[in-house]
């Protein structure tokens, strides 16, 4: 049974340019959660989204940000016009179930924005 | 509401003495309550989480932690640190309150050990 997957592993996008990030949650798995982990930080929570709906996105910035989890699929955190803030490992995570259930991470995808 | 608190930044320990990693939490609810680590450039690993049973957590690497409720604590143990036990270390909570599933996690200790 693989694991939480994300692509790319890294990403290098210059300012104002496009990023996609992928995450395919474990098999069976249909809750997905983004994470962001900034240089010498903890992890801070972002979305929780499942199979076609977003649950809660409290931790989203207000723009440029988006989330989404297709019916088919990955899960994809786009980012419009990146900035040099927005280097940072993303982390996904995927569970089961809702609620208390454990998380499983992803190896995480590491932006760096030029 | 729920929040996390990691005592120590960072802690240092000789190699095959004992670890202690310390960690309050705040919740509203009966939360879950969860270590990961995370070794250098690497994804998070679960080392072992409390779920209302037995409030002595054993996990992998021999890493333990014990819930305290009335002091509101899940703090990390190993009775001998290796070489290999050196990384970031990070508690979670988690409750169905209105977060709906969103974990709140620590900022995280880094643990060091000396040979």
Known sequence: ?114 | AQSVTQLDSHVSVSEGTPVLLRCNYSSSYSPSLFWYVQHPNKGLQLLLKYTSAATLVKGINGFEAEFKKSETSFHLTKPSAHMSDAAEYFCVVSDLSANAGKSTFGDGTTLTVKP
């Open chain 1, 1 to 114: 049974n693989a694991g939480v997957m994300q692509n790319p592993r890294h990403l290098v996008r210059r300012r104002g340019q496009e990023a996609r990030l992928r995450c395919s949650p474990m098999k069976g798995h249909s809750h997905v959660y983004w994470y962001r982990q900034l240089p010498e930080e903890g992890l801070k929570f972002m979305v929780y989204l499942q199979k076609e709906n977003i649950i809660d996105e409290s931790g989203m910035p207000k723009e440029r940000f988006s989330a989404e989890f297709p019916k088919e699929g990955p899960s994809i955190l786009r980012i419009q016009q990146v900035v040099r803030g927005d280097s940072a490992a993303y982390f996904c995570a995927s569970s089961p179930t809702r609620g208390t259930d454990t998380q499983y991470f992803g190896p995480g995808t590491r932006l760096t924005v030029l």
